[in-house]
């Protein structure tokens, strides 16, 4: 079965400071992952997915994720943090590729200090 | 497009009474997902449609919660009878190969 553990349930940063959310998966054949990001009183909106090929996933917003085999691992970065960026963040996996089967982590709430 | 509409956005309801939850999903979009959201569970995929048939029920919780989607314009949630435990934010998704969208949720409070 596959999962998705995300580190820190509690994220805050300073505006303009470098955003690190962290996702590590466990999934017995080659994951597809994703994370998505919901802000108060709506729903998910997907930032970047990850199939294969280019390990460095580029998202919307300037998000952008590496997905590293060797560490299980599928971090969300963003160099420079704005407000608008305050929301929670869901890491996923799928076995599929597809969005049918996707497991969501717990997520992680971002806090940007101004 | 207007995106997933989702309606009613907020349902206040009595233990042991109907609850229909409505979804229109973005037009060209072949599967539509439901999903329950909660503080203790986190997000759960309840049941999917492909090309409006059911194709995974298993996050269904109970017989009490059944889901339809009767053409690729819409689809219904329903519990009956509900219960305090259901309370929850229901969103409906629809996605086709390349992309996936979440309405803005229902609110559901049961009392």
């Known amino acids: 079965a596959q999962s998705v553990t995300q580190l820190g349930s509690h994220v805050s940063v300073s505006e303009g400071a470098l955003v690190l959310l962290r996702c590590n998966y466990s999934s017995s054949v080659p994951p597809y992952l994703f994370w998505y990001v919901q802000y108060p009183n709506q729903g998910l909106q997907l930032l970047l997915k990850?199939?294969?090929?280019?390990?460095l996933v580029k998202g919307i917003n300037g998000f952008e994720a590496e997905f590293k085999k060797s560490e299980t691992s599928f971090h969300l970065t963003k160099p420079s943090a704005h407000m608008s960026d305050a929301a929670e963040y869901f890491c996923?996996?799928?076995?599929?590729?597809?969005?049918?089967?996707?497991?969501f982590g717990t997520g992680t709430k971002l806090q940007v200090i101004p | 497009d207007a995106g997933v509409i989702q309606s009613p956005r907020h349902e206040v309801t009595e233990m042991g009474q109907e609850v229909t939850l409505r979804c229109k999903p973005i037009s060209g979009h072949d599967y539509l997902f439901w999903y329950r959201q909660t503080m203790m569970r986190g997000l759960e995929l309840l049941i999917y449609?492909?090309?409006?048939?059911?194709?995974?029920d298993s996050g269904m919780p109970e017989d009490r919660f059944s889901a339809k989607m009767p053409n690729a314009s819409f689809s219904t949630l329903k519990i009956q009878p509900s219960e305090p435990r259901d309370s929850a934010v229901y969103f409906c998704?629809?996605?086709?190969?390349?992309?996936?969208?979440f309405g803005p949720g229902t609110r559901l409070t049961v009392t």
């Open positions: 998704a629809s996605s086709s190969v390349n992309e996936q969208y």
């Open positions: 449609f492909n090309n409006n048939v059911p194709i995974d």
């Open positions: 996923a996996v799928s076995d599929t590729g597809g969005y049918q089967k996707v497991t």
């Open positions: 990850y199939t294969t090929g280019a390990t």
